[in-house]
Each structure stands twice: as structure tokens, then as C-alpha cells.
């Protein structure tokens, strides 16, 4: 088990934006989004954006479990849908996925009161596999397809979905069966949003 912001690194946390899935439990019912957990030298932070379960669930607990992953499906698919409770487990006390390398626990002070910001600090946390694979433009690009999906459904900008059929291509291309398939999961759920 690792303690404190000092191990931050021996759980894949570096300076930059670290696109973890944050995990957070209110009243029983566990959740898993999408987070950008952002290192900037000492200065650890996230922007929670209003709206969303994980921003109710932060403010409500005062922490999230940040899991480490670079399945780029698990990104894509916690981005707009649920998990099902098969997907959890629970390590020292707390909800982590099944599908994570590592987690750690962080509890999280709000510092400006509409929490578009709050400052976090890692409690704890573990490796559970340590999973290296060479890069693939194809997983890159699922994680920012992702990205642009949750604006699109929010904005409706067709911009996003522009560029959505041109990642999906490169997908198909870089990516391999897992990609593909997050990709496609991704465009099913746009489309689907596109006709209501
Ligand atoms: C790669 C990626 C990074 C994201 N980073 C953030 C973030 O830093 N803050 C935030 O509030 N939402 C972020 N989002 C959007 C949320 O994950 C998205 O709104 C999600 O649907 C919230 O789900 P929930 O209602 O279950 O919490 C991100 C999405 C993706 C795909």
C-alpha cells in the first residue's frame, strides 16, 4: 500500500492532465466517470463540472477513488453509461474496478465554492497488475473520442460529431478489436442521442 501525495508516481500519476475513472459511492450506489485528475508540480487538482453524479457524489463524501487504467474501452464506456455492479470491487473499504492497474483514494477540498475546482490529496492507494503495452494512436484517440461525445451530447455542436466520424476512422485503423468496439459503442449511444 502506498501513502500520500509522495507515491503519487508509483501509481502512474504524473505532471500533466492524467485521465483516471473516478469512482465514488453516495447513499449505496457506486459510480464510475471519467475524471481528469491534473499534477502540476505540487499543485493536484480536479474540475468538476456540475451536472454529473461524480461532481454530487465528491461534494456530498468529500473523496474519490481515482483508477488508474489505459483500457481506453473502460474510459469511453463509463463516459455515458453506467456500470454494473459486477464491474466493482472493494479494496481496503472502497469501490475500485474491477479493470483498474492501480487506485488510490483521495480525499478532495473543494476551493472555490461552485467547485468547478478542488484541490485533492492521495489517502491511499495500490498497484494491483502492472500492464505495459506499446503505444496505440488508436487508444489515444477512443479516449478523445470520448471526450467529444460528452460535449457533444451536452452542446450539440456538430463540430464534435465532425470529428468523431474522423477518429473513428483512424480507429479502424490503428486500433485494435477493443478499440474498435469502444468506438462503435461510443457512436451507438451518439446516434441514438441524435434522433431524440
Ligand atoms: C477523458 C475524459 C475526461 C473527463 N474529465 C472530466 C473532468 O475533469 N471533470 C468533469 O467534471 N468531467 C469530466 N469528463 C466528463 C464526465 O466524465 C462525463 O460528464 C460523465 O458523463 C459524468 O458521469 P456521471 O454523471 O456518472 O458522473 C471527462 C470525460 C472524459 C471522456
Redesign the pocket.
Known amino acids: 500500500m502506498f501513502y500520500g501525495n509522495e507515491a503519487l508516481e508509483e501509481l502512474g500519476i504524473f505532471d500533466g492532465?492524467n485521465?483516471i475513472v473516478?469512482t465514488?459511492e453516495k447513499d449505496g450506489r457506486l459510480?464510475?466517470?471519467?475524471?481528469?485528475?491534473?499534477k502540476d508540480g505540487d499543485s493536484l487538482y480536479?474540475?468538476?463540472?456540475?451536472?454529473?453524479?461524480?461532481?454530487?457524489?465528491i461534494l456530498s463524501s468529500g473523496w474519490f477513488v481515482a483508477n488508474v487504467t489505459h483500457d481506453a474501452w473502460l474510459?469511453?464506456e463509463?463516459?455515458?453509461e453506467?456500470l454494473t455492479a459486477e464491474n466493482f470491487m472493494r479494496c481496503d473499504g472502497v469501490p475500485v474496478l474491477k479493470g483498474a492497474e492501480a487506485w488510490g483514494l483521495f480525499k478532495c477540498e473543494a476551493f472555490m465554492m461552485d467547485i468547478i475546482i478542488a484541490r485533492v490529496e492521495l489517502v491511499r492507494g495500490e498497484i494491483i497488475r502492472k500492464d505495459f503495452r506499446a503505444f496505440n494512436r488508436g487508444a489515444s484517440l477512443v479516449?478523445?473520442a470520448?471526450?467529444a461525445?460528452?460535449r457533444y451530447?451536452?452542446l450539440r455542436t456538430d463540430n464534435y460529431y465532425d470529428e468523431l466520424i474522423k477518429m473513428q476512422r483512424i480507429i479502424n485503423r490503428c486500433g485494435g478489436p477493443r478499440e474498435r468496439e469502444a468506438m462503435e459503442r461510443l457512436m451507438d449511444r451518439v446516434d441514438s442521442y441524435s434522433h431524440i
Not at 459510480?31 to 491534473?38: E, K, R, S, T
Not at 480536479?46 to 453524479?53: N, Y
Request: net charge negative; glycine share 6%.
Open positions: 492532465i485521465e473516478a465514488t459510480n464510475a466517470a471519467p475524471l481528469g485528475l491534473i480536479v474540475r468538476l463540472f456540475s451536472g454529473t453524479h461524480t461532481y454530487e457524489n474510459i469511453a463509463t463516459a455515458l453506467d479516449v478523445e470520448a471526450v461525445a460528452t451530447m451536452a
